[in-house]
């Protein structure tokens, strides 16, 4: 199930960088569910390159179109296409790169693997691919929203060495994020960062960094014992996203350092049934989720494309010295916000769906 | 599928920590492959409770049998059923508990779930449960070697603050972690973490950690892009052991903080093909193994079970002090460190065998 | 999937003819549903060899055991594991067999598919597999009877040139069905079906036939366009069950010689919503039901394993005679019975659950 | 997994009759394989309507693109979208209906199964939808014919009570099928079967019939016991076609009625190892293929539209007349011969890509 993701809720995705274009088809989306282009559009607008001067300059204007599943703006049942073409394409930037395997791509890995691989660009293996996530991930969001009233919200947690102070995961919300294009809703660590982006691309070079991401008002019950716990089947989806080299849900990797008697979250009687007073579980206990914020953290390498040469060899083994072109961010963090956030929607509704058939 | 694992090499794992026994079946493992009882049962040693003087007194065999798929030692192709009787099951020792979900263990997310929960113990919650991955995995690996000489080794990186100097992926292996009782491979380390486990022991408390692990020798192009990513698989798969809280690849977390220029693995000539002088990547390059060591770790929160009393409510929100009794694992690394390695052999076999496929 | 059913219903199978045993892990059963033990015999009784002078005179008992997910009688919502042991063997009896493939077996397409196959008997192609649907079978019975008042009757509906009357759909029940050993519901066919299966036995012959049933109080709604509706579930799982050659629901292959304006089934008002004056559909429209009665028919063909010789070439491709020894049914169409009802039991969980997903 | 088919080899469809389009996305065909648009496009002109004065005279071009996965016409190992325009929609035709569910048809069903449905003829349930299953089915048949010089060649077997006699499974090939409109080889049966298409098309009634499939040249081994056997599989593809209603394989229906002596197939030694003498098993024993012509047959009600007014009900109950209107075939078996064969590629294409992971 390479291009799918879900059993209930369904998405397979297609497409190169460099095709027609790339789409998704959504199959299990419940019926009567509103649902139109705009909603859908307006995620992919803040995934899109050249929004801001931190991002790549192509411009692509990454336009949806519903092929099926829906009608005057209300799903049937049946499965949603989804396409967006293609339009800003370049072929000729890739053509130098010839017989090179890019260092840190996968140019090498798809060329063992399936002994072809697309002549331009990353192909499938492009960030171009997560377009079709997002508007996918607009779909169940506006699934998980009218079900459940689900809230889904990510942001920059850190570039480099500078790190966002935690904010409140009761309280964080996307106009926060959006305010500044670093997508890091503390202005000042926004600023460092902003000048730190800047100075990664004056020198050619790029940065990695970390996306937090909170959602609310899960209900208490969801993921699947023993293999798709909810922190389960969230790891798998973000690590299937570009370039993610980390994950981590709750106390995570720091929590490993407290004892037992700190790191349990002690019951308390909240409005529907029990809360936690502390929430180093992240949402989640046994695989299934408590009813307190899911909060989990998604650790991103520096971007592989850099303008300065690198000393590597050819598909030969050659010795060559290998220097970029094309454009591309210094930085993939404030658009990957909306790519986690949509990798979270599909894991969670299609969760949401397999305990709906459990009732 | 939340009890299967795996779309061609398929686990399904069932039972309770408390019920008749627990076992799996695998469905796709091709035939003709030499396996014995011995080599599966070798591995659940590894794993079961009462080793040493730091993990529970529980005494359990944890005999594995095998009741289908294997004839004269060889496999058939067909699905090969394994069980593990349940031997010392003590449900008395729960009986107290009664209406109280104990902290950060799943007994709340299990009635929220299911509306109905195991009288006693974790039941299908329980750590018990990976006794079944572990014997399946046992198979898996016994694949991996004759197909391809794939060697699994994992270790304890790390006890509270304790960390254990990243051993040489190249050469760490079984017989050096098993050498001390904690499975860590540096003694002076694995000293100090024996004492922080008897301090928590002592205290009623406990301790969480990390666990390393290195597959080496898997070669180039196994991973399924774009859901079922290397990395991707291996996280969900390792996100899905009980107690996990975190999970990274390569560089990982600190990769975050380098510049693309350092992070870039740059490609070199080697016996049979290209490999990269360094490794940041943790061996997987959009997805897809390179060839080089895979290289990953794993958190562990501190056990939930603890011996300290703490004050809580119970299901009817009523305020309780709760004091555990029964015998439990003060830090569950040691016995981690095969519950790792088997999740890993189940991730890599199901993607070897899907790579095939397209061959 | 080739020993897993279903998607959210889902059923794993596994063992051999002459193995420990054979045994079948139930994922995704709803929790709280009562299930015993003795309600799982009572199907297994129905299918066991040794129940009339008609079958084979093996005597099994063929004892389920419930190794996991059932307390007290109730479901937990996690996997059931059942188990039968293997009690009646005789290994030897296929000895001679050795390197002959029996005629229209599976000894030689195992060989050809695996290089490998079980020494004694049929191995995993033998229909002692079938006591393990049986058994999952009864339990996704009681899951569609506690939920939706499903009712599911099979008979014996031919055997060689002999046709059963069809029976009313509404009416036709269990009891009527075993009143005679034969299964066919109506004695006068019973009685010529019983002599010319007792003339089969004699001449060390067999006889083929089919199978009818009936799914009622199957609510309108369920079967999975377009892949997997409810005709497609149905024949792809009748037509996994050993030795059937054919399906056909509603007017089957005799519609084919019908005229749309006669064969159409107009609506009428019914209690709860509309129905059909006919059901010439079989109670499945655009592959949904609609309500009305389920109603399909099963070919199997005469057994193959015979009494009398038979020139064929054994493995090397010389002339050889073959002489059947072992005790084998002259016709398995009464003990095929049950078989039809667990695997339309199975189908029809699947679906109902998947449209519990929708709703 | 309503609309995907297939674990290795999968295709997924989308798409309604009166919407932007329908298409379809393979993941998991094997890269490097040529295939080209023309290819894809010749086998969807056999299926288009329009062909013949005895098919419907919409004009439909039916138009495929490549959307993905493809590259200077060979593939990449990507997931392969497959996109075919709507043209020729009328959405008006259907207006007059509004209330009334159409006998035989899926109105009812689907609206009882969604709440919804489209507001235009029949939606996804349309026969239009099959137009998707052809194009994935193209790319399937290059497959089978590159990696395994399968064959695969359907006819139409007997339309009403005209039945053509048994074309010699070596011989029959596609262009024998399409020298005559009626895509019946026989020249005698087809010019009986033509008189009775135009009288029923007089009458404006309708007509059923069977269609006969060969599949040629399959490797001994295919197929996934014990639930994924080659025929079941068959049987859940053939049956998902709208307006089937049966599915025999080998001797089928008729084989019920001859004795085991007579009916086993006696092996004989052949070029590449054994064969059979006789042909009743139809190319499988035990679920698996034995290398002779797999030969099954499909049944096919009668259209359900047709011009005759009918005695129904609307929606609420209230007795009405129904006269339909709009422009469709009297007899679909012609068309319905790209169909069969496309779905028993997507079966033997994933049966095939399935063994290979076994090897």
């Known amino acids: 199930m390479s291009s799918t993701f879900g059993s209930v809720f369904r998405v397979t995705t297609f497409g190169e960088s460099h095709g027609q274009g790339i789409g998704a088809v959504i199959d299990g989306c419940p019926p009567r569910l509103p649902l139109s282009t705009a909603e859908i559009q307006q995620q992919l607008d803040r995934r899109r390159p050249g929004q801001s001067h931190l991002t790549t300059p ?25 396409f967006i073409p293609n339009s800003d394409q370049y072929p000729k930037d890739y053509g130098h790169l010839g017989n090179i395997p890019r260092p840190s791509h996968a140019d090498y ?28 991930g607009a779909v169940a969001e506006a699934l998980l929203k009218s079900a459940h009233g689900i809230e889904i ?12 102070p935690s904010p409140d995961p009761l309280e964080i919300n996307r106009a926060a994020v959006d305010a500044l294009p670093v997508r890091c809703p503390d202005p000042a660590t926004a600023a460092a960062i902003e000048q730190d982006i800047l100075a990664a691309k004056e020198d050619g070079d790029s940065l990695g960094g970390t996306i937090g991401c909170v959602c609310r008002h899960v209900p208490a019950g969801l993921g699947e014992p023993v293999f798709e716990k909810m922190e389960a089947v969230l790891a798998g989806a973000m690590l299937s996203i570009p370039a993610t080299k980390g994950f981590e849900i709750g106390s995570g990797f720091a ?33 299934i989720s408590n009813g307190e914020p899911i909060l989990f953290k998604v650790a991103f390498k520096p971007v ?51 305990q709906r058939a459990r009732g």
């Open 58 to 82: 192509r411009k692509e204007s990454d336009t949806v179109s519903i092929l099926s599943g829906v009608e005057n703006d209300v799903t049937l049942g049946t499965p949603i296409g989804l």
């Open 109 to 136: 890995t798809y060329q063992q693997k399936y002994g072809i691989r697309a002549s331009s660009g990353g192909g499938r293996s492009s960030a171009r691919e997560t377009a079709a996530r997002v508007a996918a």
């Open 153 to 164: 919200v990510a942001w920059v947690a850190s570039v480099g060495d500078y790190e966002t």
């Open 255 to 287: 929590g490993t350092r407290m004892r037992g008697s700190r790191h349990n979250d002690p019951f308390v009687k909240k409005n529907s049934g029990l809360g936690t007073i502390t929430n180093y579980s992240g949402g989640v206990q046994g695989g």
């Open 304 to 354: 592989a494309t850099i303008g300065k040469p690198q000393d590597t060899v050819d598909f030969d083994g050659n010795q060559v010295t290998l220097e970029a072109r094309g454009r591309h961010d210094p930085c993939v963090l404030p658009r990957a916000v909306p790519i986690v956030e949509s990798m979270a929607a599909l894991a969670l509704a299609d969760l949401a769906l397999r």
